[in-house]
């Protein structure tokens, strides 16, 4: 009889603590029958404690993963371990972005009898990572301007560093420039650019083949005299690449390769 009212204070001071949680608990038996919710969680679901006990986890925190091999309460119970993951929930209609781990719920004698989900609203997150990715997205776009110079002819001025990210993406944006303006010439002026290395040198030569594939010729312009002497210290082979030193030598070159002539008024 003691044993039985020290075990009931135990189990209430557990619920207790738990209650104490901002965040959503949830404990379910095997079935994934609802044994308990704590106080956050009823709040967020806004229900009292009889519509919750009993109902099927599903009812009242449906994800894309329930009923399927990659449900964490049921990889949590299987398998005996902590199980976490991030994943929309339907919470009666109201679709949030959540993080939640999955821990299995086990008796006294360490038998796994259910499982213990913390769940997590991560809206506030999710809305700053969004946030930062269109940043992101916006400079990358202002970091490489590739602009219609003349008619058939693109340049892409690069300023300041150029690592393999950049390198990554000014190859798409030249190469996405020159399918939509069927661009003939492409000038790449690095005169922003301070220092050049072999990762950078070999950028380099891979967007340069990689426009000539589409059947449009690159020009290397802006190469400062610092860097040339880097390229040749570095036993770069250049070879491939049409260089010029200024970006008005750059266009000129553009210009014999397309038969135009600029020529003065009369």
């Known amino acids: 009889m003691e044993d039985n009212l020290l075990r009931e204070a135990d189990d209430q001071l557990k619920a207790q603590i738990l209650d104490q949680i901002p965040t959503p608990v949830m404990a379910v038996n095997k079935d994934l029958g609802v044994i308990y919710m704590n106080e956050a969680g009823k709040k967020l679901l ?3 404690e009889n519509g919750i006990i009993g109902s099927v986890c599903k009812e009242l925190i449906s994800t894309e993963q329930c009923n399927t091999a990659e449900c964490g309460m049921i990889k949590a119970i299987n398998s005996g371990e902590t199980y976490s993951a991030r994943t929309n929930a339907d919470l009666g209609g109201h679709v949030i972005p959540v993080e939640f781990s999955a821990v299995p719920l086990r008796d006294e004698n360490g038998e796994i009898i259910g499982g213990l989900e913390f769940v997590l609203d ?11 990715k269109e940043q992101s997205h916006t400079i990358r776009e202002m970091s490489t301007p590739t602009i219609k110079l003349w008619e058939g002819v693109m340049v892409l001025p690069i300023v300041g560093v150029v690592d393999s990210m950049r390198a990554q993406h000014m190859m798409e944006s030249m190469l996405s420039k020159i399918a939509e303006t069927y661009a003939k010439v492409i000038i790449l002026d690095i005169h922003g650019v301070a220092a050049v290395d072999t990762a950078v040198a070999n950028h380099l030569i891979k967007i340069t083949k990689a426009t000539k594939l589409m059947g449009c010729e690159c020009i290397l312009s802006g ?18 690449i049409n260089t010029r030193a200024t970006l008005s030598d750059a266009l000129s070159e553009a210009f014999t390769m397309l038969n135009l002539k600029v020529c003065k008024k009369k």
């Open 223 to 240: 190469i400062s005299p610092a860097v040339a002497q880097t390229i040749i210290q570095l036993g770069i082979d250049m070879d491939a």
């Open 46 to 48: 806004n229900k009292s």
């Open 122 to 132: 991560i809206t506030e997150r999710v809305l700053y990572e969004n946030r930062l």
